[in-house]
Nanobody, 115 residues
Framework: QVQLVESGGGLVQAGGSLRLSCAASGRTFSSYTMGWFRRAPGIRGALVAAISLGGSITYADSVKGRFTISSNNAKDTVYLQMNSLKPEDTGLYYC?????????WGQGTQVTVSS
């Protein structure tokens, strides 16, 4: 089993920044992908950004140029730096870990962007 612990959500004004962190522990794997999904009213779950152990990165079109995902492989930790936040970025952000076979999820951290 893999456990994911998230931190860094909160309330921020539009144009502000937040940084999310997610640390994986337990039975982590030598090859994995980690990232963040967002859930909001009307959105069941949308990929925000993901990064593989090899460094391959994917972003949702809506966050390109504003969000940056990075990782510390030695610590099995992934970060999401969110800049120029918009009210439409509001939602519950879930950390995601995939070992190639199974998806693991964090408990979610709320991000609220006020206009």
């Amino acid at each position: 089993q893999v456990q994911l612990v998230e931190s860094g959500g909160g309330l921020v004004q539009a144009g502000g920044s937040l940084r999310l962190s997610c640390a994986a522990s337990g039975r982590t794997f030598s090859s994995y992908t980690m990232g963040w999904f967002r859930r909001a009213p009307g959105i069941r779950g949308a990929l925000v950004a993901a990064i593989s152990l090899g460094g391959s990165i994917t972003y949702a079109d809506s966050v390109k140029g504003r969000f940056t995902i990075s990782s510390n492989n030695a610590k099995d930790t992934v970060y999401l730096q969110m800049n120029s936040l918009k009210p439409e970025d509001t939602g519950l952000y879930y950390c995601w870990y995939n070992d190639g076979y199974v998806d693991y999820w964090g408990q979610g951290t709320q991000v609220t962007v006020s206009s």
